[in-house]
Nanobody, 111 residues
Framework: QVQVVESGGGLVQPGGSLRLSCTAS????????MGWYRQVPGKQRELVAK???????NYGDSVKGRFTISRDNAKNTVYLQMNSLQPEDTAVYYC?????WGQGTQVTVSS
C-alpha cells in the first residue's frame, strides 16, 4: 500500500508565499507522475503542476510564473513553492503520485 501525505497549507495574506510538501511512502517502485492539483467547492479538480516521467513538467495556466514544483527523488517527496498568492488561489491542494492521492491541505489566501 502507498500513503501520500501533504503538509504546509495554511492562511496567508495576498501577495504572500507558502511552500507545500508531499511525501509518498510504501510500495512505490516507479513514479510515472507526481504533482499537485487543487479544488474549490463546486468546481472540478484542476492541475496546478506536475512532473510526468519522460515528458517533463506541466503547470496550470493560472499559476505559471508564480508557482514552482520541485522534487527529491531519493525521498519520494515533491514540493510546491507558491509565490504572489492571490485570493483565487484559495483551495484544497491535493498531492498525487501515480494513481495515489493525499487527503489534501487547505490553502487560504485572505487579508
Amino acid at each position: 500500500q502507498v500513503q501520500v501525505v501533504e503538509s504546509g497549507g495554511g492562511l496567508v495574506q495576498p501577495g504572500g508565499s507558502l511552500r507545500l510538501s508531499c511525501t509518498a511512502s510504501g510500495n512505490i517502485l516507479i513514479i510515472n507522475a507526481m504533482g499537485w492539483y487543487r479544488q474549490v467547492p463546486g468546481k472540478q479538480r484542476e492541475l496546478v503542476a506536475k512532473f510526468i516521467r519522460g515528458v517533463g513538467t506541466n503547470y496550470g495556466d493560472s499559476v505559471k510564473g508564480r508557482f514552482t514544483i520541485s522534487r527529491d527523488n531519493a525521498k519520494n517527496t515533491v514540493y510546491l513553492q507558491m509565490n504572489s498568492l492571490q485570493p483565487e488561489d484559495t483551495a484544497v491542494y491535493y498531492c498525487m503520485f501515480n494513481t495515489y492521492w493525499g487527503q489534501g491541505t487547505q490553502v487560504t489566501v485572505s487579508s
